[in-house]
Every structure is written in C-alpha cells, then in structure tokens.
C-alpha cells in the first residue's frame, strides 16, 4: 500500500511564500516521477510541476514557472514544492502525486491534498 501525505498548506497574503511537502509511505516510490497538481474550486484540476525519478529533470507550468520550484530527497522519501511571489490566483487545494514523466497527467497515486490560500 502507498500513501503519499502532503502537508504544508496554510493561508499566506499575496508575494508571501509557503513550502510543501509530501511524504511516501509503504513501497517506496524512489523511481517514480513525482507530481505536484492544483484544482482550484469551481475548477478542473490542473499541473503545476514534476520531477524525474533523479531529480535532475522538472517541468513547470507556464503559470508557476519562476515563482516555484520542485525538489525531492529520496533518502527521506519526501518531494518538496517551494512556492515563492504566490499570488491569490495560487489558492487551490495542491495535490502531491507519484506519475510518469511521459504522461504526467494520469498518476498512478495520488495524496489526500493541503489546502493553499493566498489573499490579497
């Protein structure tokens, strides 16, 4: 069984920064893709960012490109989403996911969520 428990969310004023994280439980997930999703309310869920199984490689959505940045540290099983400038636009409920780089969008696992609000 995998879980993947995410924490960090809170409520933050616009430019402020918070700090995700998401930690892995049960078989290890050190070779997966691992995925940082958002669904605003009233919206679908959307990508924000992924990391390579390494680290070495990310992709970011257009709209978080240069304000956050994803990380991870297999060695404690946990993937990280720095979230700088955040913007009210930012609130979502933000989803950590274990998926494939080549097809991002269809996880394998998803986390229960943490809630972002960013007001202005």
């Known amino acids: 069984q995998v879980q993947l428990v995410e924490s960090g969310g809170g409520l933050v004023q616009a430019g402020g920064s918070l700090r995700l994280s998401c930690v892995q439980s049960g078989r290890t997930l050190s070779r997966y893709t691992m995925g940082w999703f958002r669904q605003a309310p009233g919206k679908e869920r959307e990508f924000v960012a992924i990391?390579?199984?390494?680290?070495?490689?990310?992709s970011y959505a257009d709209s978080v490109k240069g304000r956050f940045t994803i990380s991870r540290d297999n060695g404690k099983n946990t993937v990280y989403l720095q979230m700088n400038s955040l913007e009210p636009e930012d609130t979502a409920v933000y989803y950590c996911?274990?998926?494939?780089?080549?097809?991002?969008?269809?996880?394998?696992?998803w986390g229960q969520g943490t809630q972002v609000t960013v007001s202005s």
């Open positions: 990391i390579n199984w390494s680290g070495v490689s990310t």
């Open positions: 996911a274990a998926t494939d780089w080549g097809d991002p969008e269809r996880p394998y696992y």
